[in-house]
């Protein structure tokens, strides 16, 4: 069995846990509790790529090591899998689910995976690992 205390930063992960779960709470929120909806404007997708974009950092900072491609295999499906969730529950409080707005979150998700991969530490070796 995995000892999570070997494989996460446990305040990074808490962090990471509790962000997630505002994101979902604020999601599920009815529309006329929000003020001024953004999906007019098309800002409600910009929201959507930043809050699973620091989902995913947070997640990734909370990791012990670099990011495996396993690891962010497994992140993938992760956010995949919150992100479809959280679309598809949303109608459950007079939301609407959308499949773009998905696509936001996976841009997220992408964006910052891709920061990871380019960025180099000090040593020149790549943050995430392909082994």
């Known amino acids: 069995m995995v000892d999570i205390k070997n494989v996460f930063y446990t305040k990074w992960l ?3 846990v509790v962000f997630t ?5 604020i999601t599920h929120l009815p529309p006329e509790v929000l003020p001024n909806q953004p999906q ?8 959507h790529v930043v809050a699973y974009g620091v989902i995913t950092f947070l997640f990734i900072l909370s990791l012990r090591t670099s990011c495996s491609l396993l690891s962010a295999s497994l992140l993938f499906i992760a956010v995949l899998t919150l992100g479809t969730i959280d679309e598809l529950t949303q109608p ?4 609407t689910a959308s499949f773009t707005d998905l696509l936001a979150d996976i841009i997220g998700f992408i964006t910052v995976l891709f920061f990871f991969i380019c960025f180099k530490n000090t040593k020149g070796q790549s943050v995430i690992k392909v082994n």
């Open 21 to 25: 779960a505002i994101v979902v709470f």
């Open 14 to 16: 808490i962090v990471a």
């Open 92 to 95: 459950l409080v007079n939301r």
């Open 40 to 47: 007019a404007s098309g800002l409600d997708k910009l929201q």
